[in-house]
């Protein structure tokens, strides 16, 4: 009997430690978790094949999304599940509830894009590269792991589209004008730089390269290039007075490609740039 009954409990040990378990909930912060659930019930009854778009602020503020994208000529409207969480990381969205609301809704073309992972740490410069590598290690796991909960969905062929972080006047304030020796930019480099790897390395991500369309090149010295951000059409700031970046953003009509938060992109970057992840986006459904 005791030898029945110990076999009994080291079955029951033995499922509960094969069950998979989710990412724990004191992890997720509760503006987070609010949105996995409105999503999972927006979307409860999304049709297959659609694309979602999995990330950050910079998505849920895309409302132009699903016209963008359905101006492609591929998708429907009805076809864009935003499933943007403002202030969220990649750690939290590994969050088995986000991935498998995502999931649920079965879609051919997933949209990445995030950087808040990159801010949980002010510390001095040597820890750059450790604070990087776990945010690209987070978005890689969270695309590997809806991967995963894909195909327990019976759903193969779906295609990852990574967009690149973008380096934005505040962030660069955020380490510089409180005198925080971390360089977020120098993190966004390595990010980018490892999700471009990965993207080249596996056959179902690609890695879409934005930051030509923010900034262009400036020759510097010893034949290197320096980054400045635009402001409007005809009119450049330099980055390090983002002060008076600010203010010029408030006195001008020209819209620039930053909000006046200096951190998510402008109505005409949504217009300009953003139009063009819509259309890579649709192109990735053809293959």
């Known amino acids: 009997m005791k030898k029945r009954f110990r076999s009994i409990i080291c079955f029951l040990l033995l ?9 724990s909930a004191a992890r997720v912060s509760s503006n987070t978790l609010k949105e996995i659930y409105r999503y999972a019930i927006r979307y409860a009854d999304a049709k297959p094949g659609g694309v979602v778009l999995a990330g950050s602020s910079s998505l849920s503020r895309w409302k132009s999304a699903p016209e963008q994208i359905a101006s492609c000529g591929v998708f429907s409207e009805e076809q864009v599940y935003n499933f943007g969480i403002s202030g969220a990381t990649f750690q939290e969205l590994l969050d088995a509830r986000y991935i498998n609301a995502i999931a649920a809704a079965k879609p051919s073309v997933i949209v990445v ?8 740490s002010r510390r001095k ?9 776990r945010a690209t290690n987070a978005t890689i796991k969270f695309i590997e792991k809806t991967r995963q909960a894909l195909r327990r969905q019976g759903v193969t062929g779906t295609r990852f589209l990574y967009v690149s972080a973008v380096k934005t006047p505040y962030h660069y304030k955020y380490c510089k004008g409180k005198g925080y020796s971390c360089n977020i930019w120098k993190r966004i480099d390595i ?5 471009q790897k990965y993207a080249n390395a596996v056959s179902y991500c690609d890695y879409m390269d934005t930051e030509q369309y923010y900034y262009y090149a400036v020759p510097g010295k010893k034949n290197k290039s320096s980054l400045r951000f635009y402001l409007g059409a005809d009119t450049l700031q330099d980055s ?32 300009l740039i953003w139009k063009k992840v819509a259309e890579r986006a649709s192109h990735l459904k053809q293959f």
């Open 240 to 271: 390090t007075s983002t002060a008076t970046a600010k203010a010029l953003i408030r006195k001008t009509a020209v819209d620039p490609l930053f909000a006046a938060d200096l951190r998510h992109p402008s109505k005409l970057a949504y217009e």
């Open 191 to 195: 990010l980018n730089s490892r999700l």
């Open 125 to 133: 410069a040597s820890r750059n590269r450790s604070v990087a590598n």
């Open 15 to 23: 499922a509960v430690l094969l069950i998979p378990q989710p990412v």
């Open 113 to 120: 894009y995030g950087a808040n992972s990159l801010t949980v």
